[in-house]
């Protein structure tokens, strides 16, 4: 004698609930604006992770997020000087560099990710144009009038270098504590390969450098105003040029990975991006407003920041709406009824999919109707436990969910559908873009069942929030 149990699966959108339908992945995709608070013209934005971030201004402020530019704050920097640069080895060691302002070049530094500044001497009455920091003690700042500065102690004290010409220094890239390139005014970019004691000039091509990046000791991009972009892969040996179809160009950023992604931006709120090392270019806008800088923590995550205090993020999980793909019809296995109490259990896949850009997480919520066969009999409306669950990315997925739900999770039943409970859920900043997550669904067939085929209709429902 068998029972055997079919489950239909529906899913309704009940009050609250902002969205419950089936969502392609990678569904939407572009730049979109966050409000930043500042009003002067933004000059650099350096980006620890997903989550952390900062930027400078004209007038010296320092604003920063701690969840992915979802809202920003004005951090005291400790200067009105203008700030042109700043970087950070992780998120809590930060440096920011500007105008020397009729005394000497501006250098703030943080310990605690800005929650103080401190004015660092520089030393020098010159103009500084960005900087790198390789880890907490290695940092190379670059100079207007041709000079790098080196510090291999947080910034405590700065060594000035020559070698490289009188020519400005507006970009910096330092893929280790001792090799760096700096992107130069009249076009060439200087490396060194012993920390900065020594430079040597490399011809790139270009008319005017205003920035360069590094994925490693071989691979550098570095953007002329004019609008191409020159590459190396071989350590700076020779470079080729790339052209984006972009006119105008004020700084580049590039990430590492399976293929190296590039972000070019510059007047007009142009942008260009090559995601296989810049064989092709593609062209995109984020508004109309010139921009001065990016940031790119990996492919999905990039921010730029211009004029006006605007701040605009790329990402692949945003511009969109919270869905779920659930499954269809799903059996669980035959059992015996020998007159002890036994058990069926199987996996089900939900497919959440957050492309809200928003990161409050969200959760998934379920009820269910009573197990009954046709002739009328039930099992218990606690007879179905979810007993584990498990994530693994899907196409176009961006973090993966932090699930806080404990197992096993008593699935409620009854004639009508009681009180949902949760059974999966994603912390805050967690879960963004789409994840299968796997349900293993148990259930308890007690000694007295009676024969047959029994069914039950499940409904889910995604909410935002953990």
């Known amino acids: 004698m068998t029972l055997?149990?079919?489950?239909?699966?529906?899913?309704?959108?009940?009050?609250?609930?902002?969205?419950?339908?089936?969502?392609?992945?990678?569904?939407?995709t572009g730049w979109s604006a966050q409000t930043s608070g500042d009003t002067n013209t933004l000059t650099s934005v350096w980006c620890?992770?997903?989550?952390?971030?900062?930027?400078?201004?004209?007038?010296?402020?320092?604003?920063?997020?701690?969840?992915?530019?979802?809202?920003?704050?004005?951090?005291?920097?400790?200067?009105t000087k203008q700030l042109n640069g700043i970087n950070c080895s992780d998120s809590s060691h930060c440096w920011a560099v500007g105008n020397f302002a009729g005394g000497t070049a501006a250098v703030q530094a943080t310990t605690n990710g800005g929650a103080t500044w401190t004015g660092q001497s520089s030393g020098d009455n010159h103009n500084w144009n960005a900087v790198a920091c390789p880890d907490s003690s290695h940092c190379?700042?670059?100079?207007?009038?041709?000079k790098v500065y080196t510090s291999t102690d947080g910034g405590t004290s700065w060594t000035g270098h020559g070698g490289t010409s009188n020519s400005a220094k507006q970009g910096i890239a330092c893929p280790s504590t001792t090799v760096c390139w700096v992107a130069a005014a009249n076009g060439t970019a200087y490396l060194t390969t012993d920390g900065?004691?020594?430079?040597?000039?490399?011809?790139?091509?270009?008319?005017?450098?205003k920035g360069v990046a590094c994925t490693d000791t071989s691979h550098c991009w570095a953007a002329d105003s004019a609008g191409t972009v020159y590459a190396t892969s071989n350590g700076g040996t020779s470079w080729t040029a790339q052209s984006t179809g972009l006119s105008a160009l004020n700084a580049i950023a590039c990430n590492s990975g399976a293929s190296v992604s590039c972000w070019v931006v510059g007047s007009g709120g142009n942008i260009?991006?090559?995601?296989?090392?810049?064989?092709?270019?593609?062209?995109?806008?984020?508004?109309?407003?010139?921009?001065?800088?990016v940031s790119a923590v990996d492919t999905s995550h990039i921010w730029t920041v211009g004029n006006a205090g605007v701040v605009y993020e790329y990402v692949t999980c945003a511009l969109g709406?919270?869905?779920?793909?659930?499954?269809?019809?799903?059996?669980?296995?035959?059992?015996?009824?020998?007159?002890?109490?036994?058990?069926?259990t199987a996996t089900s896949v939900l497919i959440p999919d957050d492309?809200?850009?928003?990161?409050?997480?969200?959760?998934?919520?379920?009820?269910?109707t009573t197990f009954t066969n046709g002739g009328g009999k039930t099992l218990p409306t606690t007879a179905t436990t979810i007993t584990g669950a498990s994530v693994a990315a899907a196409t176009g997925n961006c973090s993966l969910p932090t699930n806080s739900i404990g197992y096993p999770v008593t699935l409620p039943a009854g004639s009508t559908p009681p009180t949902a409970v949760k059974i999966y859920?994603?912390?805050?900043?967690?879960?963004?873009?789409?994840?299968?997550?796997?349900?293993?669904?148990?259930?308890?067939?007690?000694?007295?069942?009676?024969?047959?085929?029994?069914?039950?209709?499940?409904?889910?429902?995604?909410?935002?929030?953990?």
Do not use: M
């Not at 190379?140 to 041709?146: E, I, K, L, R």
């Not at 709406?321 to 007159?339: E, F, H, K, N, R």
């Open 355 to 368: 492309e809200t850009g928003n990161p409050v997480g969200w959760n998934i919520s379920a009820t269910s």
């Open 48 to 79: 620890t992770d997903t989550s952390h971030c900062w930027a400078t201004d004209t007038a010296g402020g320092i604003i920063a997020t701690t969840n992915g530019g979802s809202s920003w704050s004005a951090q005291t920097s400790g200067t």
């Open 425 to 466: 859920n994603a912390a805050a900043s967690s879960g963004a873009g789409p994840a299968n997550v796997t349900l293993t669904d148990k259930l308890r067939v007690p000694a007295n069942a009676y024969a047959g085929t029994y069914s039950s209709t499940w409904t889910y429902t995604l909410s935002s929030g953990p």
């Open 140 to 146: 190379f700042a670059a100079q207007s009038a041709g």
């Open 321 to 344: 709406a919270l869905g779920l793909t659930a499954p269809g019809t799903v059996s669980l296995p035959s059992v015996t009824l020998s007159g002890t109490d036994t058990s069926s």
């Open 196 to 209: 900065g004691t020594s430079w040597a000039g490399q011809t790139t091509g270009a008319s005017n450098l």
């Open 272 to 293: 260009a991006t090559t995601s296989n090392g810049g064989t092709t270019w593609s062209t995109a806008t984020a508004g109309t407003t010139q921009l001065n800088a």
């Open 4 to 28: 055997r149990r079919w489950r239909r699966l529906s899913w309704l959108l009940p009050a609250g609930a902002l969205l419950l339908a089936a969502a392609p992945a990678h569904a939407f």
